[in-house]
């Protein structure tokens, strides 16, 4: 069974421009949360999907939105980059998310200059 | 929310000496896992252990959910068991969330 996937796994934009990455779950799993990891502040919680409707929401502002289509694919969207956007965002999936395993994938390293 | 803390910090061992990082918490929890991240910033699953113990090779762990914290041994340790291992609990008290610890960060010398 194919591992969790997501795309790009590097980009790099400016300052004020606007990015999409995305994460397909492992087949069967119908639940996908988002994560940041940045050096100073760790791992952090952006949001978590499960049946296309967002079940809850990180500490993040508004700039930060995502989704998750009929097929279980998840898109987050990140609007006026700012440089403190920097960081390693990861996808994780599992199969209904109350409390079952989160398997992770290879996230993807954006860079904003 | 939640609160959850690992200890310690950093760790630094030589080859085939043994281990234990903590991971305490503050809330009852319905889900505790262990990762290892690897340089390239993987997460590794390695125990999706809300209570009890388990074991895969020469790793173990823990859960005391009684008591709010789970126990992560490594034994005879390995230089390619460097990185950073993560504890992640999820409560369903604040939402459907998974919070993670600060991690220890493993280093092991030759």
């Known amino acids: 069974k194919a591992g969790v996937t997501q795309t790009p796994r590097y980009l790099i934009k400016t300052r004020g421009q606007q990015v999409t990455l995305s994460c397909s779950p492992i087949s069967g799993h119908r639940s996908v949360s988002w994560y940041q990891q940045t050096p100073g502040q760790g791992l952090q919680f952006l949001f978590e999907y499960f049946s296309e409707t967002q079940r809850n929401k990180g500490n993040f502002p508004g700039r930060f939105s995502g989704r998750q289509f009929s097929n279980s694919r998840s898109e987050m969207n990140v609007s006026t980059l700012e440089l403190g956007d920097s960081a390693l965002y990861l996808c994780?999936?599992?199969?209904?998310?109350?409390?079952?395993?989160?398997?992770f994938g290879p996230g993807t390293r954006l860079t904003v200059t | 929310g939640i609160q959850v803390e690992q200890s310690p910090p950093d760790l630094i061992l030589q080859e085939g000496a043994n281990s234990t990082l903590r991971c305490n918490f503050s809330d009852s929890v319905n889900n505790l896992q262990w990762f290892h991240q690897n340089p390239w910033g993987q997460l590794i699953n390695l125990f999706y252990?809300?209570?009890g113990t388990k074991q895969n090779g020469r790793l173990s762990a823990t859960t005391v959910a009684t008591e709010r914290y789970s126990l992560l041994y490594i034994s005879s340790s390995q230089t390619t068991d460097s990185g950073v291992y993560f504890c992640?609990?999820?409560?369903?008290?604040?939402?459907?969330?998974?919070?993670f610890g600060a991690g220890t960060r493993l280093f092991v010398k030759a």
């Open positions: 252990i809300p209570s």
């Open positions: 994780a999936s599992g199969l209904d998310g109350t409390g079952t395993e989160q398997y």
């Open positions: 992640a609990v999820r409560s369903n008290t604040g939402g459907f969330k998974t919070i």
